[in-house]
Structure formats: C-alpha cells, structure tokens
C-alpha cells in the first residue's frame, strides 16, 4: 500500500515567519512530487512540483526533496494571512499518472 | 496556461434525476482526466482515471453504473451521476494531466469543481 503522509494540523505560523510543511511518503520508486493549496471551498491548485533532490525556489516558496529519507518539505517565506488554507502533498509513481495524496495540513497564519 | 473548466459549478436536483458534469482543459491536450470526490472537512477521494476513446478505471467502491463517465477527446471528460440521491451531494472535481515539456513529467491541473446538492 503506497502512502503518503502529513500531519493535519493546524499548523499556525505568525504572520511574516517562515512555515514549514512536511511530507512523507512511502514508496521509494516514486519520481514526481507536488504541493497543492485548497482553500476552503475551493479545488486544489497547484503551487510547486519537484522531481530530483534538493531545493527548488519559486518566489516566497521553497519545495524540497530528499529521496533517501523519503520526504519532501514546503517552505513558505514571509507568510500571509492569504496562506491560510490546507496543503496537499501529493507523489506520482504509476505509469497511470495517479497521483498518491496526503490528508494535507491546514495552515494558520496569524495577523 | 493548464486551465481546467468545469460546469456547471453548482448544482441543485431532485432525488432520482441524473446530473451531468462537463470538464474540459482549455489550453492543453489531456494526457489523462481524473474525477474526484470530496466531503465536507475530508480528503480528496479519487472515483476514476479517464483516457480519450477508453473506458474509465474506476477505484474499488465506487459504481461505475452510477457514476457514468465519458471521455470523447483530448479535452473534454464528462461524468453523469445516475439516479442521484441526497447521499451524492458532494464536491465534485476534476483534473486533466499533461506532460510538462519543462520537466519531462506528468502534471495534474484541477478544475474549479461542482458543487452537487440532491433534494
């Protein structure tokens, strides 16, 4: 059974900190990794995907991989109130394009 | 670029019609469509992988008599929940796939959802 895991939360970060979201997963093949926000109400978009180890930067967001501990993180710079919503973390490993998805943690960012 | 639409996005109906919900990507050839289903304060729950001119792969519990889906061309999946009772009312979410150029990988892009209520 491949399976993805995050803690639910909520996370809450004072505004202007940096926020952490972590991410494991357990199937050592997978190859592909995303970050989804869903705000309440709303379908997820998505926000940044990774696929080798390391860092990759996109403006306030930083995902990072690392495939022999089997993690990913998202790190959000300067958090807003605007934040404030659930991450999804999600891992493709099938030829099928399925994605595996974490429960997501819900992000509070406090004024 | 990678916008997905869905329509409509609210939907009211009474118990035992059948309700249609069109997904299509606007700016991109969908590699695969998938349809998801979602609960109040719950997870996402995949019902189906889509493939142009297949038939769907439904995921263990989900009818696939009841929840009828079609997949004409490279943009458009529709999904047709039969005979809908109160116990459907859901989100409903779709998303297309396609293979980034930048990356050499599969991408999921979501629509904005349809919001099911049966009376």
């Known amino acids: 059974q491949k399976e993805v895991e995050q803690n639910s939360g909520p996370l809450s970060v004072p505004e202007g900190a940096i926020a952490s979201l972590n991410c494991t997963y357990s199937?050592?093949?997978?190859?592909?990794f995303f970050w989804y926000r869903q705000y309440s109400g709303k379908s997820p978009e998505l926000i940044m995907f990774?696929?080798s180890n390391g860092d990759k930067e996109d403006g306030r967001f930083t995902a990072q991989l690392n495939k022999a501990s089997q993690y990913v993180s998202l790190l959000i710079r300067d958090s807003q109130p605007s934040d404030s919503a659930t991450y999804l973390c999600?891992?493709?490993?099938?030829?099928?394009?399925?994605?595996?998805w974490g429960a997501g943690t819900k992000l509070i960012i406090k004024p | 670029g990678a916008v997905v639409s869905q329509h409509p996005s609210w939907v009211i109906c009474k118990s035992g019609t059948s309700v249609k919900i069109e997904c299509r990507s606007l700016?991109?050839?969908?590699?695969?469509m998938f349809w998801y289903r979602q609960f109040p304060k719950q997870s996402l729950m995949l019902m189906a992988t889509?493939?142009?001119?297949?038939?769907?792969?439904?995921e263990q519990g989900v009818e696939k008599d009841k929840f009828l889906i079609n997949h004409a061309s490279l943009t458009l999946s529709t999904l047709t929940v039969t005979s809908a009772h109160p116990e459907d009312s859901s989100f409903y979410i779709c998303?297309?796939?396609?293979?980034?150029?930048?990356?050499?990988?599969?991408?999921?892009?979501f629509g904005p959802g349809t919001r099911l209520l049966v009376l």
């Open positions: 990774i696929y």
């Open positions: 700016d991109f050839q969908a590699t695969t």
């Open positions: 199937d050592r093949g997978s190859q592909s």
């Open positions: 999600a891992v493709n490993s099938d030829s099928n394009y399925q994605l595996i």
């Open positions: 998303s297309a796939s396609t293979h980034l150029q930048t990356s050499g990988q599969e991408t999921q892009y």
């Open positions: 889509s493939n142009e001119g297949s038939k769907a792969t439904y």
